[in-house]
């Protein structure tokens, strides 16, 4: 039987903290110690997982095999490459960057060093995700949800990088195409970046994607259908359920059928961090890669560009975008900032 890997998790804020207790529940890793940029966090999360507080980053170098990566998007990159030139694995949590040159500089690390750069896009392990996928030919057309009600944390990315990203990263793996044309608009609501956005992107073997993405609905929505040559496939992320009708043209009347594809509800979270942790152990290329997370997040930006673009043909309506800006400026007052909530 294989050793446990020796693993730390460095932030253990919301996402983090999570990684720290599924580590701390599987035989396949021993689960060293946390580190986080609050103090407080480390000695809790420590506490209640029975596992080192590691004071500074450089405490758990030479101590640990492998390392989930959970700290704010800015300091991906520079914690990312420090762990890696330490001779450790690292999974880092997505965006895996701020920006597209960062991700690039996370790969080339990850080449020099032979260490392992797996990106947390975690719904590739929706077990709905994986059972849908099975079954896919040649997408012609995608509806992509995802909406999520109000919450004043993560504000300081655009809805974009913050949920959107989690189907742009499953649609490029289920299109073998690229983006060709992208249309996009978005708006800031409650936050000063964009809280909601609508795009659309035209991939060049003609296949075209919908992508709603909303921080600021009443209700959690999170939905991926897509339509193929004679079949209709719906996902429910959040159920895990994943259903296909299919069209039988054979008798030369069209009919329906209706299946519920066949699924073993897991937790998404477990069946990454296994999948990590046997690409550390077996040293395999992971499937969702730097590679992969770069992708996503190059396009990731190049919506933003396109939003960018659509907002500067608004400047005509100036007593619209008056008023938006007063708005977001009271509300941004009335929002607790993230550390006053920890």
């Known amino acids: 039987m294989t050793e446990p890997t020796k693993v730390a998790v460095v ?31 480390v000695a809790e999360v420590a506490a209640e997982y029975h596992c080192k507080a590691f004071a500074r980053l450089e405490d758990l170098l030479g101590e640990v095999d492998a390392a989930s990566v959970a700290v704010p998007t800015p300091l991906h990159a520079e914690f990312g490459q420090q762990l890696m030139r330490a001779g ?3 999974l880092i949590e997505k965006p895996m960057a701020r920006t597209v040159a960062e991700a690039e500089a996370l790969l080339a690390c990850s080449g020099s060093t032979g260490r392992v750069l797996q990106v947390g896009h975690l719904e590739r392990f929706n077990p709905a995700v994986q059972a849908a996928r099975k079954i896919v030919s040649r997408p012609l057309f995608f509806e992509v949800h995802r909406m999520s009600v109000f919450s004043p944390r993560s504000l300081e990315v655009d809805v974009v ?27 800031p609501v409650l936050s000063r970046n964009i809280d909601i956005a609508n795009v659309r992107i035209c991939f060049q073997n003609g296949c075209v994607a919908n992508f709603t993405a909303s921080r600021v609905s009443t209700e959690t929505i999170r939905k991926l259908r897509w339509f193929q040559p004679h079949e209709y496939v719906s996902v429910d992320y959040a159920r895990q359920e ?5 069209v039988d043209l054979s008798t030369g009347r069209p009919s329906l059928s209706y299946r519920r594809l066949e699924i073993a509800h897991e937790e998404p979270l477990r069946l990454q961090l296994r999948d990590f942790l046997t690409n550390v152990q077996q040293r395999n290329i992971p499937v969702v890669g730097g590679k992969e997370g770069q992708r996503a997040l190059m396009l990731a930006h190049q919506i933003l560009g396109e939003i960018t673009r659509h907002s500067e043909r608004l400047k005509g309506h100036a007593e619209l975008l008056a008023w938006q800006s007063r708005r977001t400026d009271e509300i941004a007052h009335a929002i607790p900032r993230p550390e006053e909530l920890s």
């Open 88 to 90: 450790i694995d690292v």
């Open 242 to 246: 994943a259903a296909v009708t299919s």
């Open 11 to 41: 932030g253990v804020g919301r996402f983090g903290r999570q990684h720290a207790r599924v580590y701390s529940e599987m035989p396949q890793a021993q689960l060293v110690g946390v580190y986080d940029l609050e103090s407080a966090h």
């Open 161 to 187: 990088l913050d949920l959107m990203i989690h189907d742009l990263d499953i649609v490029l793996s289920l299109v073998d195409s690229s983006p060709e044309e992208i249309r996009g608009v978005g708006l």
